[in-house]
Structures are given as structure tokens and as C-alpha cells.
């Protein structure tokens, strides 16, 4: 899988309980993502599609052959220290699954750094 240029993205693909974040130049094909994905978590690709929901839209089954720039990923929407988030859904289901990651712990009061003036 050896592409030669284009601008790099971040993508975080998420599937239930995983978080991956991955780089791909802009002329990557939508499968690539789906084969790093099947080696990684021993899904066959056939199994499940890439979908992407951009600014609070539905899910987006994005097409295998498609470019992630014709697909609609730049650097205003997938920077590698802004990932854009896709999901895997699997065949037959409506939205992918998927287990949000848990937030930071609260600052303890002895580090806070509030002025009380």
C-alpha cells in the first residue's frame, strides 16, 4: 500500500469499545482503511463499511474505490492533530457501535489555578 504524496490525514476509527487513530495521504482509497482495520482487529473487510458523520449529520456510508478526498476529508476537516472520526458498521446494522472513550478526572483543588480576587 505505497502512495505517493498528497497531503496526510488523521482519521480516528472507532468500533465499539477501539479507538484507532491512523494517517493516510488524501489519495488513499476508503478500503485502505477497511484493510488496516480487518489485519488489526481480525474482521474480513466484506463484513462491515466506513462511515463518517460530518458536523452532527447522519452517518455516510463512504464507497470502497473512492478516494478519502473525494470522500470529502482535507486538512480543515481530518489534521492529524484533529482527527476526523469514522466509525465501522457492520452489515445489517443502521449506525455503528460504539463506546465513547471515558473523560479526564477532575483537577484536584491544590492545582487548580483559579483566582479568587
Do not use: C
Not at 478516494?67 to 492533530?81: D, E, H, I, Y
Amino acid at each position: 500500500m505505497a502512495y505517493r504524496g498528497g497531503v496526510l490525514l488523521g482519521l480516528e476509527v472507532r468500533f465499539q469499545k477501539k479507538h484507532v487513530f491512523i494517517e493516510l495521504p488524501d489519495e488513499a482509497p476508503v478500503v485502505a482503511i477497511k484493510n488496516m482495520m480487518s489485519k488489526l482487529l481480525q474482521i474480513p473487510a466484506d463484513q462491515y463499511k466506513i462511515v463518517w458523520r460530518q458536523d452532527g449529520e447522519n452517518w455516510k456510508v463512504l464507497g470502497d474505490e473512492q478516494t478519502l478526498a473525494q470522500a470529502g476529508f482535507s486538512q480543515n476537516n481530518a489534521r492529524v492533530q484533529h482527527p476526523a472520526v469514522v466509525g465501522m458498521l457492520k452489515l445489517g446494522q443502521d449506525e455503528p457501535q460504539i463506546t465513547p472513550l471515558s473523560g479526564p478526572p477532575p483537577v484536584p483543588d491544590s492545582l487548580r489555578n483559579d483566582n479568587h480576587d
